[in-house]
Structures are given as C-alpha cells and as structure tokens.
C-alpha cells in the first residue's frame, strides 16, 4: 500500500497538512500523522516509531519547527541520524520550518484572510518582512498580532491550510516542505 507518513512536532502541523495535502497529493496515496507531544518528545521517540511500522513499503516526513535553534542544517542532520538509526535512511525526508509554521501563513496573507475572514492583510505582503518571513524570529507571535489575536495556533492552522497557495514561493521552508512532499509521492508511485 502506498503511504506516507507524517511525523509531526504539534497538532498545529497535522491541522495545516490535512487541509492542504488534498491539493498536493495523487488520491491513491494514503496519509497517516503521528503527532508528538513537542519537539523533545519526537526527538526522543522519532527512531522507535519509524523502526516499528509495519508498512515496509511506507515514505517519512519528519517536520519540526527550528524555534531558536542557531542552524537549520545541524538540525536537519541530526533529525536525518535519527532516521538513519531506524534503519529506513532511503524512506525518510527531513524538513525543518523556519523559525516556526506560522511563517509559511505570513507567506501568504491573502490564504489568512481567506481563512479568519478578514480583508487587510493581502495587502501587507509586499512589505520586506511579509516578503521573507522566514528570517523573522517569532512568526507565531507576528500573526497574532497582525490577527489581533484571531489567530488560534490549531484551528488557525487548519482553516489556513485550506488556502495555502502550494506553489508560494515567499517562504524557502514552504516551498521544500511542498516540494518533498512531491518528491517521496513520485517515489511511492514509481515503486
């Protein structure tokens, strides 16, 4: 069976790909989430989980925030070691969001707008910050504030990710999320 199979940091990140991975993916590819308690809890658990599937023929995606980590590629291969451990190194693709999820939304305020039903921030985009939110140290808390706190982190990401435009290309970590996400379907349909 094909399947890919998401490994998540928080419920945020499940509520955000629900919606939007029925825009990305081939419908005869199944979807499954195991979602974290945090970032320690998948770090601690990641290897176990992945070595225990039983579907052989399954695809990973591990996303994690970076928060305040200092570099985004020493987590990456940190997260890819722990992968490697599992035995399942050629099944599993890392992605790390930069600083947090809530820059791939600031990415693109017309899809917020859309989802929390307000008619201001489209309008916000060209500004520097909203055109490269990815450098910004706290996108959770920037969208709460552009929001005036409509924003909820769960729901938030769920109405969002309806609208999410997969081919925005303002946010790197968005457009290498979507673009992995490609990848390993053509690899379970390939195999």
Known sequence: MSELVFLLEEESARAMLESLLPRILDGDI???????????DLERNLT???RGYNNASARFLVLRDLDRNP??????QSLQSLCNNAGRATQCLVRIACRELEAFYLADLAAVDQ???TQHLRGQQEK???RYPDRLSSPSRELAKLTKNMYQKVSGSRAIGAFLDPENLRSSSFRNLVAGIRRLQQDLLTS
């Open 71 to 76: 570099d985004c590629q020493v987590l990456k």
């Open 115 to 117: 989802a929390i039903g």
């Open 128 to 130: 520097e910050k909203f």
């Open 30 to 40: 199944a979807t499954r989430f195991i979602v974290f308690e945090g970032k320690q």
């Open 48 to 50: 176990r989980r992945i």
